[in-house]
T-cell receptor, first 111, second 116 residues
Framework: GESVGLHLPTLSVQEGDNSIINCAYS??????FIWYKQESGKGPQFIIDIRSNMDKRQGQRVTVLLNKTVKHLSLQIAATQPGDSAVYFC??????????FGAGTRLFVKA | GAGVSQSPSNKVTEKGKDVELRCDPI?????LYWYRQSLGQGLEFLIY????????KSGLPSDRFSAERTGGSVSTLTIQRTQQEDSAVYLC??????????????FGDGTRLSIL
């Protein structure tokens, strides 16, 4: 399939280690944040979201942290697996329909 | 369950030809979005529909690009007189989002457009 994000920031981790992907968002008025995973040749897939009245939310093997003071969002993946290799996008939303996507980070998982 | 469906999955055409890309959103999703993704780039917003109306067309790159949505469901993105710089993956997404309602977008796998 077509490669996505050849020139994106890259994070390389060993299988089984924890991964942390960081994102700085732009708009202090944003009140909803989403992480997406995009595998080669596929569309972005929703992973987890968080609203601005929270600073942490956990899913299955994933945790999103939100620091509104410094406009920073992170995605933590526990026990990273080869299937987690993909490009990860953060996205912010200021109410309703308009969503702004970050540039993306490529995650490589070494077996 | 059925996700967002896009067709064709791949399209190769000659410069100067018109192309039409189709998106079939998740049933019941009132919001529909079109994005463009070039190799090595993030998502470039093109247009947004709420129902059949397009309150935000700000991302359309030129007047060669147009989109419509009928019946609050299927949408088509049309590119007239295609240029080589139009080559990209065109992604469609839908959601339950509305004004003041935050919901994630659900994406199709895109149409890979190549202009020769």
């Amino acid at each position: 399939g077509e490669s996505v994000g050849l020139h994106l920031p890259t994070l390389s981790v060993q299988e089984g280690d924890n991964s942390i992907i960081n994102c700085a968002y732009s708009n202090s008025a944003s009140d909803y944040f989403i992480w997406y995973k995009q595998e080669s040749g596929k569309g972005p897939q929703f992973i987890i979201d968080i609203r601005s009245n929270m600073d942490k939310r956990q899913g299955q093997r994933v945790t999103v942290l939100l620091n509104k003071t410094v406009k920073h969002l992170s995605l933590q993946i526990a026990a990273t697996q080869p299937g987690d290799s993909a490009v990860y996008f953060c996205a912010e939303n200021t109410g309703g329909f308009k969503t702004i996507f970050g540039a993306g980070t490529r995650l490589f998982v070494k077996a | 369950g059925a996700g967002v469906s896009q067709s064709p999955s791949n399209k190769v055409t000659e410069k100067g030809k018109d192309v039409e890309l189709r998106c079939d959103p998740i049933s019941g999703h009132t919001a529909l979005y079109w994005y463009r993704q070039s190799l090595g780039q993030g998502l470039e917003f093109l247009i947004y529909f709420q129902g059949n109306s397009a309150p935000d067309k700000s991302g359309l790159p030129s007047d060669r690009f147009s989109a419509e949505r009928t019946g609050g469901s299927v949408s088509t993105l049309t590119i007239q007189r295609t240029q080589q710089e139009d080559s990209a993956v065109y992604l469609c997404a839908s959601s339950l989002a509305g004004q003041g309602i935050n919901q994630p977008q659900h994406f199709g796998d895109g149409t890979r457009l190549s202009i020769l």
